[in-house]
């Protein structure tokens, strides 16, 4: 299945408009997306939550295809990817840091090269997968890494930390799972735990948006894009706030091509 509409994809692809269009149905059609009109960001949650039990993986270069936990080490195998190194070098440049936190870690593939390059930092991460924080934790303890603990969660709850608990808050293509509905309260919580930055690798909208005034977000191909300047102007000073586009040679992928971005936020 996966090969034919990769096929497709590719056909349709000679008629740019008619590929837009088709893939705006197609994605706008997804059951996911369909329960999210009626149960919002709770319906993205729940999918995520079991997204282990169904077959595939999310990362083209996967070499456990087939096994039980395939997406999950996908994930773990993907830490080479080229966009993890550029994540890194902008949390590095606020060394020394004492404090780390992942929000939608997934196994910990990001967590796990920070935590050899500083060794001694208190790194957490939390996903609302079960199966991926239970494989994460073995892996890094494998990897004899002591100074990561995963843990279960949403980006949606963060109550269980106290205000400005970490020096750092993250996350890495996580908002953009996180509907109009949530996304105000995810950056004001974020932001509460944060004593120096906020840093988010998400899909930016570089363009203005008709009808979003308040940067809440457009569905696009199966994500939420957003105006991240226009969003977090509301919680902080725009001076404050810079975003970068990411380019080719980080994220290759054409949709991350256009909207991929790091936003930072100094507090």
């Known amino acids: 299945m996966a090969k034919v509409k990769k096929r497709a994809a590719l056909l349709l692809r000679r ?17 996911v997306h369909l329960r999210e009109l009626v149960f919002g960001t709770k319906a993205r949650e729940k999918d995520w939550a079991v997204r282990h039990l169904r077959k595939g993986n999310d990362w083209d270069d996967a070499q456990h295809t087939g096994e039980d936990d395939e997406w999950i080490k996908g994930y773990w195998d993907s830490r080479n990817h080229r966009h993890r190194s550029f994540l890194l070098e902008r949390i590095f440049r606020f060394s020394p840091i004492s404090s780390i936190l992942e929000i939608g870690c997934n196994c910990g593939p990001n967590l796990s090269l920070i935590a050899k390059k500083f060794p001694s930092t208190e790194v957490r991460g939390i996903d609302v997968n079960p199966m991926a924080i239970q494989k994460g934790n073995e892996l890094l303890a494998q990897e004899g890494i002591s100074n990561v603990k995963l ?18 808050v993250f996350t890495d293509a996580v908002l953009i799972y996180i509907g109009p509905d949530k996304i105000k309260e995810v950056v004001r919580e974020m932001l509460r735990l944060t004593r120096r930055a ?48 990411i380019t080719e040679d980080l994220w290759p992928e054409e949709r991350w091509q256009k909207s991929g971005a790091i936003i930072e936020v100094i507090v």
């Open 151 to 168: 843990s279960v969660g949403k980006a949606s709850e963060l109550a269980q930390f106290q205000d400005k608990s970490f020096d750092i």
């Open 15 to 31: 008629w740019p408009s008619l590929y837009d269009f088709v893939a705006r149905v197609y994605f706008a059609l997804q059951p």
């Open 198 to 245: 906020l840093i988010l690798v998400e899909r930016h909208c570089f363009e203005p948006q008709n009808g979003n005034p308040n940067g809440l977000g457009v569905y696009r191909y199966g994500c939420w894009e957003r105006d991240y300047l226009t969003l977090l102007k509301q919680f902080v000073p725009e001076k404050h706030i810079s975003i970068t586009k």
